[in-house]
């Protein structure tokens, strides 16, 4: 087992890590930008080294000083997080280089499932259900548009370096495609310096539910269910719940044996999330496979019972897992609260927490590193807590969220916690009949007092 782990990332996430180190007798090192200084993250820690200033390029992104922290403190594994370097094959690769266990993917399997195109390749071989489409990269405007055709209006067309939606279009006619075709490649190439192009059918109104996935050294695989993370605001998740309200036994047979399937095909290490689009007919389609822990890792926890960092941690320390198959005992969601203001755009809104009171009682988790006193600083996600619910069935999840809700206490910022308490009153929400347009059409109405 480790001795020591450096975690490359901050906030709520590098506690999470933090707090299964402690229980497993595993030291810890924290890194920290100067924006930092004062946050929980580096005071739970063993040891704690400043990385560089406020911006995170400089920082939590930049490599060469994290790697020399984890060389200073002595450290054995690196665990990233999400987000900054918890899918950088170069990271991966240079921690490899010094004999740093990476607690994430290989640099061959995020550079795999990074470019989307091959890993819709990758899927269709391994028998994983793929939305339909023409295989592989367009080479100009005129292959786009005989694809199209060929697939039938409408279509979309998605950059194979992409993700969260940038360099997607849909075109619903063969009009469109000249447009779409030369801004989507502009804006590829401007986000990733990459203008791959692919087309598939467009799924219209898709829920998006993703599959737990667990892999280990010795070739055995597992799934722990789903997530349903259909209310997303430009791409951004803002509640996850699971099991999904659309669920059925069938289903969740037929995409957890797919998803073990495709874990299977890329050998894979670790713990891992597929992506789905499902339609109204419950179809379901391979969209990604993320190679990282998850922000919403905590629901799966609640309704199995595994602390999903520890079994991270074991699995890259070459411990077995067993290869069997979870299913949801519980029902659990998870409210995202960021430093935002829903009544303007959810807009950022950091600066200082005046006061803060948690809920708490019966079935509630809160993962957050914000305190009374603590300073949002401006420079990063503007997520600061997470608050889950756990109960036997999803009414009485969603009326302990509201409970939750009501007395949570966030003052001297803005906060998502009023947009949360109307969400859990939304009909379409109770009736879990939510795609991801759901929030093209809700209508947030701030509270009177
Ligand atoms: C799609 C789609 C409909 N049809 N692909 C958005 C992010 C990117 N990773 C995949 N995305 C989508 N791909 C086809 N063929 C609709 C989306 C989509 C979406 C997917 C999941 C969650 C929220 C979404 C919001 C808008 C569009």
């Not at 580096?42 to 939590?60: H, K, L, M, N």
């Not at 921690?95 to 550079?111: R, T, V």
């Not at 993962?367 to 009374?372: G, I, K, L």
Request: aromatic residues 8%; neutral net charge.
């Amino acid at each position: 087992m480790f001795k020591k782990i450096l975690i490359a990332n901050r906030g709520e996430i590098a506690l999470r890590v933090i707090r299964t180190c402690k229980e497993m007798g595993i030291k810890t090192v924290a890194v920290y930008s100067t924006a930092d200084a004062d946050s929980l993250h580096v005071r739970f820690a063993d040891e704690a080294v400043c990385i560089g200033p406020s911006s995170s390029a400089d920082s939590y992104l930049k490599m060469t000083n994290i790697i020399a922290a984890a060389e200073i403190t002595n450290a054995d594994a690196i665990h990233p997080g999400y987000g900054f370097l918890s899918e950088n094959a170069k990271f991966s690769k240079i921690c490899a280089e010094h004999a740093i266990k990476f607690i994430g993917a290989s640099p061959e399997m995020i550079d795999g499932m990074g470019d989307k195109a091959s890993a819709k390749a990758t899927m269709i071989k391994a028998g994983v259900p793929t939305v339909p489409g023409v295989e592989g990269l367009m080479k100009d405007l005129q292959h786009a548009k005989d694809s199209a055709k060929k697939i039938g209006y409408p279509v979309m067309m998605k950059a194979t370096a992409g993700g969260g939606g940038k360099g997607m279009r849909i075109i619903r006619e063969e009009e469109g495609m000249e447009a779409a075709w030369e801004s989507a490649r502009q804006e590829s190439l401007a986000a990733f310096g990459n203008n791959g192009m692919y087309i598939e059918k467009y799924i219209e109104e898709p829920r998006h539910i993703e599959i737990q996935v667990a892999g280990d050294q010795f070739g055995a695989y597992c799934h722990m269910s789903e997530r349903d993370c259909s209310i997303q605001r430009r791409h951004q998740k803002l509640v996850e719940e699971t099991p999904s309200p659309f669920m059925t036994t069938k289903l969740r047979k037929a995409m957890g044996s797919a998803s073990v399937k495709a874990a299977a095909a890329v050998k894979y290490e670790g713990v891992g999330t597929v992506e789905y689009l499902v339609d109204k007919d419950r179809n379901f389609y391979f969209m990604e496979m993320n190679t990282r822990i998850q922000v919403e890792h905590t629901i799966t926890e609640e309704v199995i019972g595994f602390d999903l960092i520890k079994e991270q941690i074991k699995i890259a320390a070459g411990k077995k897992i067993s290869g069997k198959n979870y299913e949801p005992k519980m029902h659990a969601i998870q409210c995202r609260i960021n430093a935002e203001d829903p009544q303007n755009g959810f807009r950022p809104s950091p600066g200082a927490i005046t006061t803060y009171h948690a809920p708490g009682g019966h079935g509630i988790r809160i993962d957050t590193h914000v305190y009374a006193g603590y300073a949002i600083p401006p420079y990063y996600d503007s997520m600061i807590s997470k608050l889950i619910t756990v109960a036997q069935t999803r009414e009485e999840a969603i009326l302990k969220m509201e409970r939750a809700l009501s007395e949570y206490v966030i003052e001297g910022i803005k906060t998502t916690i009023p947009f949360h308490r109307q969400l859990m009153q939304d009909p379409l929400f109770r009736e879990g009949n939510c795609t991801t347009k759901f929030m093209e059409t809700f209508e947030y109405k701030a509270p009177k007092d």
